[in-house]
């Protein structure tokens, strides 16, 4: 549960979880004065947040940390809008990226749109006015995250510290993250492979009985 004086020193950090909506049963001002617009007011009182970042969006340039602490401090004592960052440590397995970095003052941000959303999937439409990343705020797990561009598999990049990007060039794209485990395709191949020997064991073993009767 959080108080207006503690939703306001944790906004920002909420922000950037995306987290747009808030449920309140005070009177409005208690929550307007932490900087939530009033959507709904009734026996249980709906704020939106409207610095709350999308849940994908591009942007043409990226910023650098040395320690989640830094990152941290560009969330909560930057300019509140989206933005995107790669540790030190992995810029140096994606050398590519060394050309997005930049100042971030005047950083282009493009939320995404027509979202698709399944159980372990996220796709959506986005357009590039240039090169750069597209972020999409669901964590990154090495091995499990996997995405396409426009149909076409592409490296997932740990962005934001706990996220995942990929780098776009210029134009409409769709863009789609999924989860699957590493070796997914051979799992489901030795299933398949598993459910053949029992149906083939059981066919068998029915014949033998009516052979024995």
């Known amino acids: 549960i959080l108080t207006p004086e503690s939703l306001t020193r944790a906004r920002r950090f909420l922000d950037f979880l995306n987290v747009r909506y808030y449920f309140d049963d005070q009177k409005p001002s208690s929550s307007t004065d932490a900087g939530l617009k009033l959507d709904y007011a009734a026996d249980l009182n709906v704020y939106e947040s409207p610095g709350a970042w999308p849940r994908a969006f591009f942007a043409d340039r990226i910023s650098v940390y040395e320690t989640p602490a830094q990152f941290m401090s560009s969330i909560t004592r930057g300019d509140g809008r989206p933005f995107a ?19 971030q003052t ?46 076409h598999a592409v490296e997932v990049i740990r962005m934001n510290h706990t996220f995942q990007g990929v780098i776009v060039a210029a134009g409409l794209h769709r863009v789609s993250f999924n989860y699957a485990p ?3 395709a051979l799992t489901l191949k030795l299933s398949a492979f598993g459910l053949v020997l029992l149906l083939g064991s059981s066919l068998i073993a029915w014949r033998l009985t009516r052979s024995a009767a």
């Open 106 to 151: 005047d950083r282009t941000v493009v939320p995404a749109n027509n979202y698709q959303l399944r159980e372990n999937r996220t796709s959506f439409e986005i357009r590039a006015p240039r090169a750069g990343v597209v972020a999409l705020q669901e964590t990154w797990w090495k091995g499990y995250s996997h995405a396409e561009v426009d149909g």
């Open 85 to 103: 960052a790669i540790q030190t440590s992995d810029l140096s397995q994606n050398p590519s990226l060394a050309a997005l970095i930049s100042d």
């Open 182 to 184: 590493p070796r997914w």
